[in-house]
């Protein structure tokens, strides 16, 4: 793939978004339904490359990138990474002098609103295509529950999800 339009991609897709994962629609609908570069599975892959190390959530479209043109694929994933970090100082200095406008308000609500709304869009494939039996479509479930109604930590979540897996296989 030519690494000028990848970087572009992960740009638009970092540029276009407020948080790490709210990148994952625009990755999503790019990689792998417009173009066919990855799969869901190398998709799944990277997201869970990304968030196990430490670091932004952002951090997975370095390993898109890796997925998409080996090690220079990253290095561009990585630098569009931290292209907007270079861009927002000045935005946030013109957004700050009128962020207290009810009509501002709104419109960063709206966003927020609507790029939660495309990550759940963009999450239901991806999780059809993790949970590829009963134990995972089970460990994701339970996993859903804990994580949406208690205030247990999710690091208990993956040792506990990561046991029930290992158990599964070892016991299969």
């Known amino acids: 793939m030519n690494l000028f339009l990848l970087y572009l991609l992960l740009s638009k897709a970092v540029v276009t978004s407020f948080s790490g994962m709210a990148s994952l629609p625009i990755v999503r609908q790019d990689f792998v339904v417009t173009r ?7 998709l799944n892959t990277a997201i ?19 997925f998409a ?18 861009l927002i100082i ?21 966003v927020i609103l609507g790029s939660a709304g495309l990550l759940m869009a963009a999450s239901i494939p991806l999780a059809r295509d993790a949970a ?11 996993s859903f529950v804990v994580l949406s109604f208690t205030r247990v930590e999710t690091w208990w979540v993956m040792v506990g999800a990561a046991a029930v897996g290992l158990g599964a296989k070892l016991f299969s």
């Open 36 to 42: 066919h570069i990855l799969t869901d599975r190398q």
């Open 48 to 66: 869970v490359a990304g968030r196990t190390g430490p670091g932004p959530n952002g951090l997975y479209l370095v390993s898109v990138g890796y």
């Open 69 to 86: 043109a080996g090690l220079p694929g990253a290095l561009a994933g990585l630098i569009a990474l931290l292209t907007p970090a270079f």
């Open 90 to 110: 000045p935005l946030m200095s013109w957004v700050g002098q009128y962020a207290n406008l009810p009509r501002i308000r709104g419109a960063i609500r709206a």
């Open 132 to 142: 590829t039996g009963p134990v995972a479509a089970a460990i994701l479930i339970v």
